[in-house]
């Protein structure tokens, strides 16, 4: 028998995780993704060099832009650190933390994030930096709407948006996973995800070419320490969305059902393990698809809206 | 609110077959190239005999076995043979990749979300009609009243003949599905009856494309408006 791990510990941990290990996971992506490829690819380890490297860099901001500027990276890295104590990252009982918000208490830690990021990018009178913040907040007034169905349709399946009790219902019983709504809104979820994270088809996430950047091209004047959190910041959200689709939706095994060390080590390689072939079927996807055209990003969205919305309709009757 | 209860593996199960082929009908609402509707029809149609195996296998219905080779080989085989053969009859140069992109009235996603209210109206005008059964999935039955309507909205929405007619077909796949449902125990030859209908499709279906493409040079139907009084 492991020792148990007081409870704070374990909500702390939450958050590290998710903190340590998404730079991890991109790196992963990237390497998955080069050797489909035939390329060899950059070290897994690389984005933390990239990351430990920009923090040692001098900061700098354009003429004439405000405080705001540099806050918004610090902002939105506390938001996105914030989201982990609010979901089961390592642990299927709630932590006392965990209910201090639902889903859309997440969801709206994730749009102020986005948010701020925007109006720094605004702030810039850089044309690139602003067409990319344009971009991103008009995309994502589209894609709002699929996330609240997935809310609905979570909200029908438990009785409650708690992503908590969702992942405890889908491990309930084999017809919990099976029924059209759950897998309907999963889906919808994991098309959200491919266009929240800025993947292939609706953005290409590696190179400089700015007319098809949407979320990439918002911190072209960031530099030094402050483009460092921003970067380090979509890695932390691309981490959390994985974790909401692998560990409420798609996968709820492997969380530690209670303190003891033993099994919230073994949670905590099961997430990363989890985040990693989420991440995999993502390099997958971005290798045998092509990036779409700017306004075919809205046939994207209206399908994952269908998804979304046939996924409340099947509940309605009672079957779904 | 209670949490909604989750049915059973086998009523989930078809459930999500009978979802997945609206999801397909969708497909085919946006798909630009008549042989990617083919492509689409064939996945349905095969979905349709996974879906009769499944209740065969669950309500202990061996003849259902049957049916769903019958309907594999018709309409996965057969019927997308002969509409492929037909489409490359009518291709002119390029005899592959007949595109019927200009066809469409609405843009793509336009026509979607035409195709949720659609659905919408269909599902719940099934679902008030309140089949129950211990063996009638709801829901699956209310799917394949939806499916009727978004089929209907393909054929309104292509001005186009090979559209139209895919659309027809995949209207006989929804009211197939609804019977599976609804009377699986229905006696085989009456099953099969209903599957030769399709062919009778399939016969005026290939002559109206082949006239309309030796009179007008075109797949397009949208000439036929000038014949207007």
Not at chain 1, 187 to 201: D, K, Q, S
């Amino acid at each position: 028998m492991s020792a148990a791990i007081p409870i704070p510990v374990i909500q702390l941990l939450q958050v590290l995780t998710i903190a340590i290990g998404a730079p991890g996971i991109t790196g992963v992506i990237a390497k998955v993704e080069a050797r489909l490829q035939g390329r060899r690819g950059p070290r897994i380890r690389q984005p933390y060099y990239d990351l430990a490297k920009l923090f040692r860099k001098e900061a700098l901001a354009p003429d004439g832009a405000s405080w705001f500027f540099l806050a918004a990276p610090l902002i939105a890295v506390a938001a996105y650190l914030t989201i982990p104590l609010l979901i089961p990252v390592l642990t299927s009982y709630g932590l006392p933390l965990g209910y201090m918000g639902d889903i859309l208490g997440g969801g709206f830690l994730l749009s102020l994030a986005s948010f701020v990021v925007a109006t720094a990018a605004l702030e810039t009178g850089s044309p690139y930096a602003q067409l990319g913040s344009s971009r991103a907040k008009t995309f994502s007034a589209i894609t709002e709407p699929v996330v609240l169905f997935v809310v609905f349709t979570v909200a029908l399946l438990t009785g409650t948006d708690l992503p908590y009790a969702l992942a405890a219902t889908v491990r309930s019983s084999a017809g919990q996973i099976i029924r059209p709504a759950h897998l309907l809104a999963a889906a919808a979820l994991f098309m959200v995800i491919l266009h929240e994270t800025g993947r292939i088809p609706v953005e290409t996430h590696t190179g400089t070419y700015e007319f098809g950047m949407i979320e990439e091209a918002r911190s072209f004047e960031h530099s030094g320490p402050f483009f460092a959190l921003l970067k380090w910041g979509s890695e932390l959200k691309q981490l959390i969305l994985y974790t909401i689709l692998a560990d409420v939706f798609l996968a709820p095994w492997g969380l530690a059902s209670s303190q003891r060390a033993g099994a919230v080590v073994l949670a905590i390689a099961a997430l990363l393990a989890k985040a990693t072939a989420v991440g995999c079927v993502v390099a997958v996807i971005d290798n045998s698809f092509a990036k779409l055209r700017l306004f075919k990003i809205t046939e994207f969205v209206a399908g994952a809206f269908l998804l979304a919305v046939l996924g409340v309709f099947t509940l309605y009757l009672g079957g779904g | 609110m209670d949490p909604a209860q989750a049915p059973g593996v086998y009523e989930g199960a078809a459930n999500v077959i009978a979802a997945v082929m609206l999801l397909i009908e969708f497909g085919m609402l946006r798909q630009a190239l008549a042989r990617d509707q083919v492509r689409l029809y064939m996945a349905q149609s095969a979905l349709i005999s996974v879906l009769a195996i499944v209740i065969a296998a669950d309500r202990n219905l061996p003849e259902l076995y049957v049916l769903a080779a019958l309907s594999a080989a018709l309409k996965v085989v057969a019927v997308p043979l002969v509409l492929r053969r037909l489409l490359a009859r009518t291709g002119d140069d390029e005899e592959e990749a007949v595109g019927v992109a200009g066809s469409n009235t609405l843009s793509p996603a336009t026509a979607v979300l035409a195709g949720i209210v659609l659905a919408a109206f269909g599902f719940f005008c099934f679902g008030a009609m309140g089949i129950h059964g211990p063996a009638a999935p709801a829901t699956a039955l209310a799917i394949a009243g939806a499916m009727v309507l978004v089929a209907f909205g393909l054929m309104i929405v292509r001005r186009d003949v090979a559209s139209q007619a895919i659309g027809f077909f995949s209207l006989e796949n929804a009211i197939s599905l609804a019977a599976l449902v609804v009377a699986s125990g229905l006696p085989l030859i009456l099953e099969t009856a209903f599957l030769f209908d399709l062919l009778v499709a399939v016969v005026v279906f290939s002559m109206l494309i082949r006239t309309h493409h030796t009179r007008a040079e075109s797949l397009s139907t949208a000439d036929l408006t000038r014949l207007r009084g």
